[in-house]
């Protein structure tokens, strides 16, 4: 009992609260230091346990040739190539600190050696693969999972609808026809609108108001907003009544592209935060529970 149950709570509530303690103590900030490295090796010692399952099981699977072993297999060699490159450091460059010796090289930060090749042309378009078809299964998923039962229901099929519209161009072309703010293309629409004759005075108006001028600070060719003709300045105040008004800006804000970012901006980004907040407090009640020996069930059974 002394040994499966005292020792190990007394380990974990005295190094956890010295691992508090560094944060508002500065003497003890080097007893942190030592007691994370200490956690470096015994993550080391756990990654060799982790590496030892693997094997035995994907052995076990081919050797039974249960469904699926040429995946199991698969994994084997993937593991093998990419451990005994990375402890030998096959093809590692020698550093600039020590250039006859490449057993000092960093792996992964150089281009080029086999280390890098493996994570570059291997693992990242596997992961990228990955996640490209998810993202279909996702989709069906959400379109045979989302029923509009309720108001609740329908808010978030309706949120989803339109988040996944204003992330393709089948979105931004629907909405296409409204007035977008900031946008070349836009702003040459609104332009055209004008007689010819006025089109590069009001151009120069128009990226001035997108710019945030104040109207007394307009120019055009040199010219002052106070030095124009009484016709430029009744077309620039009613250029930028126009661009700045509530209705334009309103116009602006529904076309998908930008309703999708105001929705991932405003109410995801302050339900994700509500989430997070969440998470650390019962992160908190937990580690205290732990550390203050209630909650046990990390030490296993009383077996």
Not at 68 to 95: C, D, H, Q, R, V
Not at 183 to 212: K, M, N, T, W
């Amino acid at each position: 009992m002394l040994v499966k149950r005292t020792i190990p709570l007394i380990l974990a509530a005295s190094i956890g609260f010295l691992l508090i303690a560094t944060y508002f103590i500065p003497s003890t900030e080097q007893w942190g230091a030592t007691a994370m490295e200490m956690f470096i090796i015994l993550s080391a010692g756990a990654m060799v346990l982790g590496a030892g399952n693997l094997i035995m099981l994907n052995l076990s699977k081919i050797s039974n040739k249960n469904p699926g072993w040429a995946y199991g297999a698969i994994t084997l060699i993937a593991f093998f190539i990419t451990l005994i490159i990375g402890i030998f450091k096959i093809g590692a460059l020698p550093t600039m600190t020590a250039p006859d010796n490449p057993w000092t090289a960093p792996l992964v930060g150089q281009p080029g050696v086999p280390f890098w090749w493996i994570y570059s042309y291997v693992y990242k378009p596997l992961t990228a693969t990955m996640f490209a078809m998810l993202a279909f299964y996702i989709a069906s998923a959400a379109f045979r999972a989302f029923r509009a039962k309720n108001i609740e229901a329908t808010l978030l099929l309706g949120t989803a609808f339109i988040v996944l519209l204003g992330q393709i161009y089948a979105g931004v072309w629907l909405t296409s026809f409204l007035p977008d703010i900031g946008s070349v293309d836009g702003l040459a629409r609104y332009v055209a609108s004008f007689p010819e004759a006025s089109q590069e005075f009001a151009r120069a108006i128009a990226l001035q108001v997108q710019s945030g001028v104040t109207l007394d600070n307009f120019t055009f060719e040199g010219v002052s907003y106070a030095s124009m003709s009484l016709d430029q300045q009744a077309m620039a105040i009613e250029m930028s009544q126009y661009l700045n008004g509530w209705w334009y800006q309103l116009l602006n804000g529904l076309r998908l592209e930008n309703l999708t970012q105001i929705i991932l901006d405003v109410p995801q980004k302050a339900g994700n935060r509500a989430i997070m907040i969440g998470i650390a407090l019962g992160i908190v009640s937990v580690s205290l529970k732990v550390l203050l020996g209630i909650d046990r069930s990390y030490l296993g059974s009383e077996d």
